[in-house]
């Protein structure tokens, strides 16, 4: 499970670095925001795999 998180962080740090500078003091906030879309992108990808 903590690889699953770790690679959800990872792809919302990258989506954030194109937003938002790594040293801002709002880029954590940004991250954050970011690794949740990313996690209901997979779980809706999820979703409609599964209702095939």
Avoid: C, E, K
């Avoid at 990258?14 to 937003?19: L, V």
Wanted: proline share 4%; glycine share 8%; aromatic share 8%.
């Amino acid at each position: 499970m903590a690889w699953i998180a770790r690679i959800a962080l990872l792809a919302g740090g990258a989506i954030a670095a194109w937003f938002v500078a790594p040293d801002s003091p709002n880029y954590s906030v940004v991250q954050g925001m970011a690794t949740v879309v990313v996690i209901a992108a997979a779980v809706l990808g999820a979703a409609l795999i599964r209702r095939r």
